[in-house]
């Protein structure tokens, strides 16, 4: 069943159009992430659903029922803010309970139902504190129990983890998604990181300059990014190319600066747009002369440029001339800076995409 | 929230204003352009003869004249002298700044009367000052201060350091200490440092604190009547005087006019010069209005 | 100044660096030393009035500094109209406080949060009498309410007519420092608790106004020390009987200088102190008098 959707939502800012006829249907107790850069409209598009903002064009529908000119205090969403947002001059229980206080439950009521939010985020015996004498990601669960203690039909989190470090970052998202799948709450969830909406999220909203790219699967998404921009944005390569010749579902194409043809897939493309070679990083191999490993000729010449170590791995990014430019992987650890190197690939691995 | 929700609750300060500020200001300008009907009486007009007998008339002329001098090297002095104290308070340790800022701020508690009554005994010919000066042989005889342009101007000053430093110190912080410190670590000396670097990135900022301490003292009435024994004649005591000593209403009305317009002036030239400055650091695009990294 | 550190010859890609030299060290020492001198003489220029109002109350007969003869009799001779006079001063002064405040909170939500029309022109208007000096707005209240008397309204000289001078009086330094402060609040506070179903009055009472607590304590604070210090506004709305504080210290000046003027007066320096020291002492003065 469907809890909140979307029908082309629009929002203006003077003529500068900050989203752009956005439909969106998300399914009760989903986990949809919005991700985009800044400036693409994502955090619009939220308070639009949380009602802080009214779109200029199209409506919102919450279970059913069409919200689209209501304020936020006849919505019963909960939001999480970027920044928290806590009220300073109360105490956690005291701004967990708001909420409910509004609602004009009795004391006791309120005083069980802000125990056991606090139990959900494991904050019990925190309830005296004041916002500030928490560490951040304490006052992070702070806000989340705010925002369900109301107990909301949808649960709106924009970059809510902007302000923690990277190693608190992760242990709060299996926290949020743990609470959020005890609870079954439909969320919609803002970020621009792409590793955090793979690890969180059931369906991801790629935006760009306030349009939808692609809705779609984490594991679909990173697979087979519709568009040359989403292939970056999920850490692929894209390098221009020409098409020699395509026939239905495969083809030809030159590298610039190559005089090798290589294989690839995806549907015919169009003349008169751009092309570009889309390629998974883990799907390039490297070697230093040029030859066949495992099936796969390595025939395009580069240098490396740039060589970043992860840990689990090294990230190799290989200058083929002209522009193109590959990410690689070197489990191995075989390449150096300056390296000159061959690379080539499985012709199903490399896609053809136009923006 | 809907456009019109919000003006109903600006309407009881703005009644308020409306009635108990707007109106009198519009009638007492009209009351200028009335004919003087004896004491306590006007009426006819419109004229401009009020104003063109206090115009014409070099006695009764003189208060302007006196209000713009004294406005004028009140504002300078003060500036001058509450740059170096807010620069003390900004870059000084906490407790010596907090130390420092307690003795600024709490001569600005202290009544203007207060203020101007210590300075008498101060200023007066047989005073701690004339003391001082024919001690230390500056001066052979006792110098009129009290009663003197002199001894009001040091009493205006007295009185407004406050507010001049109180509208320095954000300008002063806005140089932050790594600037200073980066000028040091290239070797530059204090001084160096000061007028190469502090004095032309808070210049600017001085110039609103020097036209409020302007328009404070054109429009002083305390300390001017205090200290000047009657002698010192600015535009607020011949407003007191012409209205409720001599019942003249036009003429009181056409110097609170000449004080109005006089003020306005110099609000005028500051919001011109906030507005010249807001311009160029457009055009230059936002870097160069930053002034801390 | 270019003569005390001139930029390092250029020399090729190895550029000498000159390090700092010796005389600069002395040179720092003797600017930093004359501006101690220069700021203590200026700190002592500030105390000075203070020191000598307190001091010359404990002269006995003449007014004279330092005292001639030490006693106490000054303080006995200060007579009952004197008190009188701060009594109205005080009650002016928090009335018209506690009444601009009430005027300026919501003018100051609406012109801050509001969506309307104008608003850049409806602040300037708000602003205004900032503008006018206090005795132009003296003489023109006063005009005023000689031209309402025969109408029945009686403001000259009564207790409301002063009042009412002083609230215009503090009017816009209590809004100054509202909007401030205001602004100065994140809107996702207010927004947050609309999310979580509360109004528009209930988040500006339990949200935005508790968030302007310290605001609202300096400017009442500003507020009461500008009503009490003004002698302007009150010197046409006050007949000389009745008058405030400050003006009948200045009436009786112009009379004569006596001790008991000065005993007066040390009694208003050591209220005001005190005043300064416990809001010094529980808000920290800097931060109630400095704008956000």
Known sequence: MTDLELRGITHRYGTNVAVRNVDLAVRSGEFVTILGTSGSGKTTLLRMIGGYLFPSEGRVVVGGRDVTRLPPQQRNIGTVFQNYALFPHMSVFDNVAYGLRVRRMSRAAVRERVGETLATVGLTGFEKRLPHELSGGQQQRVALARAISIQPSILLMDEPLGALDARLRESIQLEIKRVQRTLKITTIYVTHDQNEAFAMSDRIVLMSHGDIVSVDTPEALFMSPPTPFAAEFVGHCAVPVRVVRWNGRAGQVLVPGHEVEVTAVGPTPEADKPCYLVIAPDKVRVTEAPGTTGGVAAQLRGRVVGRRFTGLNVVLTIDLGDGGRLTALDPERRFRDDDVVHVGWNGDDAKVLQP | ?293 | MTTVMQAPPATGDTAVVVPPSRSSARLDRIWRIGFGVIVAALLLFLLAPLVVVILTAFNDRLVAFPPQGWSLESFRNVPGYMFEALWLSVRVAALATVIAMLLAFPATIALVRGEMRGKAALLAFFQSPLQVPAIVQGLALYQLYIALNPWGVALRGSFTGLLIGHVILVFPFILNAMLGRVAAIDTNLELASYGLGAGFLRTTWLVTLPLMRPALIAAGFLAFLVSFDDTSISLFLTQVGGATLPLTLLYTSEQALSPMLYAMSAIVVVFSLVLALVVDRVFGLRTVMSRD
Do not use: C
């Open chain 2, 1 to 293: 929230m809907n456009t019109r929700r919000w003006y109903p609750v600006l309407l009881p300060a703005a009644l308020f204003l409306i009635v108990f500020f707007v109106w009198p200001e519009v009638q007492f300008l009209r009351l200028s352009f009335e004919e003087y009907q004896g004491q306590a009486r006007s009426g006819g007009g419109p004229t401009l003869r009020n104003y063109t007998d206090v115009l014409s008339d070099p006695f009764l002329r003189k208060g302007i004249l006196t209000t713009l001098r004294l406005s004028a090297i009140v504002a300078v002095i003060t500036a001058l002298v509450s740059y170096p104290l807010a620069i003390a308070i900004v870059r000084a340790g906490p407790r010596l700044a907090r130390a420092m800022f307690v003795i600024v701020v709490s001569s600005m508690f202290m009544s203007g009367v207060v203020r101007a009554l210590g300075w008498r005994v101060l200023l007066g010919d047989s005073g701690m000052v004339n003391d001082v000066l024919l001690a230390l042989h500056v001066v052979d005889t006792p110098v009129t201060l009290y009663g003197s342009f002199t001894g009001v101007t040091i009493g205006m000053v007295h009185l407004l350091i406050p507010y001049a430093v109180l509208g320095i110190i954000p300008i002063v912080e806005s140089v932050s200490p790594q600037l200073l410190q980066a000028s040091y670590g290239m070797g530059a000396s204090r001084p160096y440092t000061f007028f190469r670097v502090t004095l032309p990135i808070t210049a600017r900022g001085l110039i609103a604190p020097l036209l409020l301490v302007f328009a404070l003292t054109a429009g002083a009435f305390t300390t001017p009547t205090l200290l000047g024994g009657g002698r010192v004649g600015v535009l607020s005591i011949y407003i007191r005087e012409q209205t409720l000593m001599l019942l003249n209403y036009p003429r009181g009305a056409v110097y609170a006019a000449i004080l109005l317009v006089l003020v306005f002036a110099v609000f005028l030239a500051g919001f011109l010069a906030s507005g010249r400055r807001a311009r160029r650091a457009k055009r230059r695009g936002p870097a160069a209005t930053e002034v801390t990294p």
